[in-house]
């Protein structure tokens, strides 16, 4: 059975960083791609970052653009988030996904991806 699994979540304070990291495990798969999305309590799971394996294409929200950054080893099904100048906004559970389909896709999208984990915290205060 695929996995994803998230590592790397906590609680630091505004202007710190994290660096999320995320491994498939439990299968052998296609991956095209890989992406972060975070979810608030009472708000839906937004877009974050994402990386197209095919070209090293990479796409950031423009709230995150410039203080995140998103890497990764497609033949180790891995992927990092490095989150700089951490902001109170940033708090929300961080998810990983990967797109197991080849051809274009929207790399912003949540339907464009197959496989999630089960998501880490961070907590940026005050």
């Known amino acids: 059975q695929s996995q994803l699994k998230e590592s790397g979540g906590g609680l630091v304070q505004a202007g710190g960083s994290l660096r999320l990291s995320c491994a498939a495990s439990?299968?052998?798969?296609?991956?095209?791609?890989m992406g972060w999305f975070r979810q608030t309590p009472g708000k839906q799971r937004e877009f974050v970052a994402a990386?197209?394996?095919?070209?090293?294409?990479?796409s950031y929200a423009d709230s995150v653009k410039g203080r995140f950054t998103i890497s990764g080893n497609n033949a180790k099904n891995t992927v990092d988030l490095q989150m700089n100048s951490l902001q109170v906004e940033d708090t929300a559970v961080y998810y990983c996904?990967?797109?197991?389909?080849?051809?274009?896709?929207?790399?912003?999208?949540?339907?464009?991806?197959?496989?999630w984990g089960q998501g880490t915290q961070v907590t940026v205060s005050s």
């Open positions: 990386m197209r394996w095919s070209d090293s294409l990479t």
């Open positions: 996904a990967s797109r197991s389909s080849m051809g274009m896709y929207a790399m912003r999208s949540e339907s464009s991806y197959d496989y």
């Open positions: 439990g299968h052998a798969f296609s991956n095209y791609g």
